[in-house]
């Protein structure tokens, strides 16, 4: 692993074989040498990763790989600006095969980019196995509704606070799960998550809202995820086509209910999940009470998701990227030949 950051770090990670810092001048073609060590490169790729205006500097490494690469597309825009664009095309053009991880965003790139699409390949997020431990909650237990992730506007947790106003009746815990995101902190500090505590007092439901700051590690938030009788996303996005929670989530087993961003209409069409309208405290409270009222809503949703769960684990996902790196070997004509 390659990893990227703001300044040199001592790696308690023994995958991490080479550090890239930001602002070098010397960092791509260091990280390149370092990637070129290896059968096979995977690029993962969001704007906000790498240094240069846009994340530009990936192209520097990109060029000078000397072995098959496989670029992973976390974000791909219907609008992008001409700076993007051009970064992605570049980007995919140097690479030996694209993947995203939803169909939509498949369909994206062939309908906005310059991209064969005989060089995409759709494979899932992935997620660890949190299945088989959903706990039946007494009777007289209040609800838990959960939503957990790194903290920032645009997660849409004043419409997920203002939609518990409509919950009253039912006494649900609302828990609100993750840190703020680091580069949010950096520039804003804690200015959001004091918005929405601020909130919380001046809609009377303080009590019911509950926030941990913490990044939480697997075993302790897998704890968390399987305390929850309904996992809620009320994101504003309207773009976001891949998303690691709404994975998470349903390989959980958890029923869900989501604002409709492109990754959540795709992955919750079968019935695992209800869908409602972004900026919606109505929309997202009345789904909520159909999810913890409902007789056998929630079990048929929890099936439902249980079944598709199997193609989002990791195990799975890493059959796939073998199979696509065994491909972009077999096609390299000098190492075909070696």
Same mark, same amino acid.
């Given at each position: 692993?390659?990893?990227?950051?703001?300044?040199?770090?001592?790696?308690?990670? /023994?995958?991490?074989?080479?550090?890239?810092?930001?602002?070098?001048?010397?960092?791509?073609?260091?990280?390149?040498?370092?990637?070129?060590?290896?059968?096979?490169?995977?690029?993962?790729?969001?704007?906000?990763?790498?240094?240069?205006?846009?994340? /530009?500097?990936?192209?520097?490494?990109?060029?000078?790989?000397?072995?098959?690469?496989?670029?992973?597309?976390?974000?791909?825009?219907?609008?992008?600006?001409?700076?993007?664009?051009?970064?992605?095309?570049?980007?995919?053009?140097?690479?030996?095969?694209?993947?995203?991880?939803?169909?939509?965003?498949?369909?994206?790139?062939?309908?906005?980019?310059?991209?064969?699409?005989?060089?995409?390949?759709?494979?899932?997020?992935?997620?660890?196995?949190?299945?088989?431990?959903?706990?039946?909650?007494?009777?007289?237990?209040?609800?838990?509704?959960?939503?957990?992730?790194?903290?920032?506007?645009?997660?849409?947790?004043?419409?997920?606070?203002?939609?518990?106003?409509?919950?009253?009746?039912?006494?649900?815990?609302?828990?609100?799960?993750?840190?703020?995101?680091?580069?949010?902190?950096?520039?804003?500090?804690?200015?959001?998550?004091?918005?929405?505590?601020?909130?919380?007092?001046?809609?009377?439901?303080?009590?019911?809202?509950?926030?941990?700051?913490?990044?939480?590690?697997?075993?302790?938030?897998?704890?968390?995820?399987?305390? /929850?009788?309904?996992?809620?996303?009320?994101?504003?996005?309207?773009?976001?086509?891949?998303?690691?929670?709404?994975?998470?989530?349903?390989?959980?087993?958890?029923?869900?209910?989501?604002?409709?961003?492109?990754?959540?209409?795709?992955?919750?069409?079968?019935?695992?999940?209800?869908?409602?309208?972004?900026?919606?405290?109505?929309?997202?409270?009345?789904?909520?009470?159909?999810?913890?009222?409902?007789?056998?809503?929630?079990?048929?949703?929890?099936?439902? /998701?249980?079944?598709?769960?199997?193609?989002?684990?990791?195990?799975?996902?890493?059959?796939?990227?073998?199979?696509?790196?065994?491909?972009?070997?077999?096609?390299?004509?000098?190492?075909?030949?070696?």
């Amino acid at each position: 692993m390659v990893s990227i950051v703001d300044e040199r770090e001592t790696s308690e990670h /023994a995958e991490v074989s080479h550090q890239w810092v930001r602002g070098d001048s010397q960092g791509p073609g260091a990280a390149a040498a370092a990637l070129n060590k290896y059968d096979v490169a995977i690029i993962q790729h969001e704007y906000g990763i790498f240094s240069g205006h846009d994340g /530009a500097d990936v192209l520097h490494v990109a060029r000078a790989l000397r072995v098959p690469s496989i670029v992973v597309l976390h974000t791909v825009l219907v609008t992008p600006t001409a700076r993007q664009r051009a970064i992605l095309e570049e980007l995919v053009r140097q690479c030996s095969t694209v993947v995203t991880m939803t169909e939509t965003a498949r369909q994206r790139l062939i309908d906005y980019y310059a991209v064969d699409p005989a060089l995409i390949r759709v494979i899932p997020h992935g997620a660890a196995d949190n299945r088989g431990y959903r706990q039946d909650r007494p009777a007289a237990t209040a609800p838990v509704i959960l939503t957990w992730g790194l903290l920032g506007e645009g997660k849409g947790i004043e419409w997920a606070i203002e939609a518990m106003t409509q919950l009253r009746d039912l006494r649900p815990t609302y828990r609100v799960v993750g840190q703020t995101h680091p580069r949010i902190l950096e520039r804003h500090g804690e200015r959001y998550r004091n918005s929405l505590v601020s909130r919380a007092r001046q809609l009377d439901v303080e009590h019911a809202v509950h926030f941990d700051a913490r990044y939480l590690e697997t075993t302790e938030l897998h704890g968390i995820v399987r305390q /929850a009788d309904v996992v809620l996303l009320p994101y504003d996005s309207r773009e976001q086509v891949t998303s690691g929670v709404l994975i998470e989530a349903v390989t959980a087993g958890k029923p869900i209910v989501s604002t409709g961003f492109p990754h959540a209409r795709e992955l919750l069409s079968s019935g695992a999940g209800l869908v409602v309208e972004r900026q919606h405290p109505a929309g997202i409270a009345a789904a909520l009470r159909r999810v913890l009222t409902e007789p056998g809503l929630a079990a048929r949703m929890a099936a439902e /998701a249980n079944r598709i769960a199997p193609q989002l684990l990791w195990p799975a996902v890493a059959r796939q990227y073998r199979a696509v790196a065994a491909q972009a070997l077999r096609a390299d004509p000098v190492l075909a030949s070696a």
